[in-house]
């Protein structure tokens, strides 16, 4: 089993949706990370939790340590919001080494 | 905006070549990674170093090497490349000291083995 899974693999939406996807791990963990990739490839940080809920813009991420899981919210959703979205953790005791999911692929149509 | 650069962006070429990958940070930053991904794939860690001097193999076993002789520069290189290290190598860049710090990636290099 994956230490880190998430949900769903897939996701497409109109503009304008709101948009949720789900990271679930099953390590203990210091910090999760919510990474963008784009379809040339390049990696954006988006966002660093170790607890509580952090907002960017229309971008909201929230952790909940005891049931190991994280979300990641788009509001008004943009077709230059398509890409993979990534869910890293800094686990083992690690503040810097991060275990990586495969990500959800999220495409927004016009 | 994160300054860390990858140069090649693309490169095809033949096997049994020997090849370096650049990557340059302009942020000062004492941590340097190198990540393998295959197309559709998560990222896999291959390399790290925690400052000058110092290099360690990541979780993913790779016949590529590494070295960090200033703060900013920390190329990989393949001896011989082959068509199994077709892939995508990311390098990345944090802060050092205590806590938690995001990671700032590369553009990336798209390596074809032929």
């Known amino acids: 089993k994956n230490e880190v899974e998430q949900s769903p693999q897939n996701l497409t939406a109109q503009e304008g949706e709101f948009i949720t996807i789900n990271c679930s791990y099953s390590?203990?963990?210091?910090?999760l990370h919510w990474l963008q990739q784009h379809p040339g490839g390049g990696i954006v940080s988006l966002f660093m939790?170790?607890?509580g809920k952090k907002k960017h813009g229309r971008l909201i991420a929230t952790i909940n340590i005891q049931e190991k899981h994280s979300s990641l919210h788009i509001t008004a959703s943009h077709p230059r919001d398509s890409a993979v979205y990534i869910c890293?953790?800094?686990?083992?005791?690690?503040?810097?080494?991060?275990?990586f999911g495969k990500g959800t692929l999220l495409t927004v149509n016009p | 905006e994160a300054d860390i650069y990858q140069t090649p962006r693309y490169l095809v070429i033949g096997t049994g070549k020997k090849i370096t990958l650049e990557c340059s940070q302009t942020m000062g930053h004492d941590k340097m990674y190198w990540y393998q991904q295959d197309p559709g794939m998560e990222l896999h860690l291959i390399h790290y170093s925690y400052g000058v001097n110092s290099t360690e193999k990541g979780d993913l076993s790779s016949e590529s090497t590494v070295s960090r002789i200033r703060t900013e520069h920390f190329p990989l290189t393949l001896e011989s490349a082959r068509p199994s290290h077709t892939s995508q190598y990311l390098c990345?860049?944090?802060?050092?000291?205590?806590?938690?710090?995001?990671?700032?990636f590369g553009p990336g290099t798209r390596l074809l083995v032929l």
């Open positions: 990345a860049s944090s802060e050092t000291g205590g806590g938690h710090w995001s990671q700032y």
């Open positions: 890293p953790l800094n686990s083992g005791g690690s503040n810097y080494k991060l275990t």
């Open positions: 390590v203990g963990i210091s910090a």
């Open positions: 939790l170790s607890s």
